[in-house]
C-alpha cells in the first residue's frame, strides 16, 4: 500500500470516528461509505496526478477536513466556502466520475486523460454558482387529453393577458447557496413584476438548520410582494418545519400545508393549493386533499407539489396546472446541450424536468435553484425563469 493512501486510510477512520462521536451512527455510516469508495478510486488514480501533486493532495485532504466539519454543521464564512467547501465538492465529483478510470487501474491498465473527469467537475462548478435565467409559455387547461404521462410541447395558444408566475424551487440554502446569492434571486423575482411566487420546497441543507434568521434574511425581498407569495414543504423541510416555518411568516409567504387560497390577480383568478410531503400513500393523500379543497369555479387551479414523481398519484382532472421542484432538473444530464436526457431519468421514471402532461393535466418541472446530494450540477443549469400560462379560463385568445 502506497504512503498515500495508507494516509488516507487513516484519515478515513479518524473522520468516521469523529463523526461517530459528534453527530450519530447515521451520519458516520454515511461518511463511512462515501468516503471509502473515495479513498479507492483516489489511491488508484494518484500516480496519474504527479505533475499537480501538492494541488492533488490538497483537494484531497479538503474532502476529509470538510466532512469533519460537517459533524458540527454551520454555515460556514465565505474564506471557507473558497478554499474548502467548493474544491471539497469539486474533488469529491471529479472523484466518483473517475471510477471507470480506477477500475482499469486495478487491472493493471491506466487509460488516457485521467484528468477528464475532473475537468467535468470544473465545469460543473461553475454550473453550480450560476443559473440560467429564461422566459417560459406553457397553455394549459385547453381541454387536450393526453392518454399517458409524457413530456408535453408548450402549446401555442396565447391568451390577451398571461398569468405570470416565478417558482423559486430547491434554494438549499447551503456551501453553493449562500444567502447573498439566494436574496439576490428572490430580488430578481420581484423585480419581474409577477402575479404570484411560488416556493415549493427544500430551502435547506445541513449547514443552514441551525441558524432560524439565515432563511428569513435571504428571502427578505418578498415582502414586496404581499400576498402574492405562497409556499409548500418538500421533504429536507420536515428536517427543520419550524426553522422553515417561521422565515416563511417573517417575510409573508403563506405556507400551504394540505390547505389552499384563492386570489385575485390582474390575470384572472387563481386556486392555489399546496400539497404536503408524503413519503407514503401519496396516492390517498391527494385524494384526502383535492376532496377537502374542491374546484373553484371560474378559477385557474395551481397545485404546488414538490415531488414531480407524486404527479401520477394525483386524480385526473384535479389540476391545470402542477409546479413541482425535487429532482434539481435531474442535475446530472445533457440539458446544457439542448437535449432532455439526465441521469435521473436512467434509474427513475419520475418526470426530471420542464413540461409534462397527463390527462388534462399539466406538470411543469423547476430545474431548482440550487442542488443537494451529489456534489455539483453538470449538464443540467439551475434554473431562473420567468412562466408566463397561457389559459382559457383566465382570458380570450389573441386573435391570430
Not at 487491472?107 to 440560467?132: E, H, N
Not at 440539458?335 to 426530471?352: I, N
Amino acid at each position: 500500500m502506497s504512503d498515500f493512501a495508507l494516509w488516507s486510510w487513516a484519515a478515513w477512520a479518524a473522520v468516521v470516528a469523529a463523526a461517530r462521536l459528534l453527530r450519530g451512527k447515521a451520519y458516520a455510516t454515511f461518511r463511512a461509505v462515501s468516503l471509502a469508495l473515495h479513498v479507492l478510486v483516489a489511491s488508484a488514480l494518484a500516480s496519474r496526478f504527479d505533475f499537480v501533486w501538492p494541488l492533488f493532495v490538497y483537494l484531497h485532504a479538503s474532502v476529509f477536513l470538510n466532512s469533519l466539519a460537517l459533524a458540527r454543521p454551520r454555515m460556514r464564512p465565505l474564506a471557507y466556502r473558497v478554499l474548502v467547501s467548493v474544491p471539497s465538492a469539486f474533488f469529491a465529483a471529479g472523484t466518483l466520475l473517475a471510477w471507470p478510470w480506477a477500475v482499469a487501474a486495478a487491472f493493471g491498465w491506466f487509460p488516457p486523460a485521467a484528468w477528464a473527469p475532473y475537468l467535468l467537475a470544473a465545469v460543473g462548478v461553475i454550473q453550480s454558482l450560476t443559473a440560467r435565467r429564461e422566459e417560459v409559455d406553457v397553455v394549459v387547461a385547453d381541454g387536450k387529453a393526453v392518454p399517458s404521462l409524457r413530456r408535453h410541447e408548450h402549446g401555442s395558444l396565447r391568451v390577451a393577458r398571461a398569468l405570470r408566475l416565478v417558482q423559486i424551487t430547491d434554494p438549499h440554502l447551503g456551501p453553493f447557496m449562500s444567502v447573498k446569492r439566494l436574496r439576490r434571486i428572490a430580488a430578481r423575482a420581484v423585480e419581474q413584476r409577477p402575479d404570484l411566487v411560488f416556493l415549493t420546497g427544500d430551502f435547506l441543507t445541513m449547514e443552514s438548520q441551525s441558524d432560524p434568521d439565515l432563511l428569513a434574511d435571504a428571502l427578505a425581498p418578498l415582502t414586496a410582494l404581499d400576498g402574492r407569495v405562497f409556499a409548500c414543504l418538500g421533504n429536507h423541510d420536515h428536517e427543520a418545519p419550524l426553522v422553515v416555518g417561521r422565515a416563511l411568516r417573517a417575510c409573508g409567504v403563506r405556507l400551504l400545508v394540505d390547505d389552499s387560497s384563492v386570489i385575485e390577480t390582474s390575470a384572472g383568478t387563481v386556486q392555489v393549493v399546496g400539497s404536503d410531503f408524503a413519503w407514503r400513500d401519496r396516492k390517498e393523500h391527494l385524494a384526502r386533499l383535492c376532496v377537502a379543497h374542491p374546484r373553484v369555479g371560474g378559477a385557474l387551479r395551481i397545485l404546488l407539489l414538490h415531488d414531480p414523481g407524486a404527479f401520477r398519484q394525483l386524480p385526473e382532472g384535479e389540476a391545470d396546472l402542477v409546479l413541482s421542484g425535487h429532482t434539481h432538473g435531474g442535475q446530472v444530464g445533457l440539458v446544457s446541450l439542448g437535449l432532455p436526457y439526465t441521469m435521473l431519468r436512467v434509474f427513475m421514471k419520475a418526470p426530471d424536468h420542464g413540461f409534462w402532461a397527463r390527462g388534462t393535466d399539466r406538470l411543469y418541472v423547476h430545474r431548482g435553484t440550487g442542488h443537494y446530494g451529489f456534489p455539483l450540477r453538470l449538464g443540467v443549469p439551475a434554473e431562473e425563469s420567468v412562466l408566463s400560462v397561457h389559459a382559457p379560463v383566465l382570458g380570450s385568445p389573441k386573435p391570430a
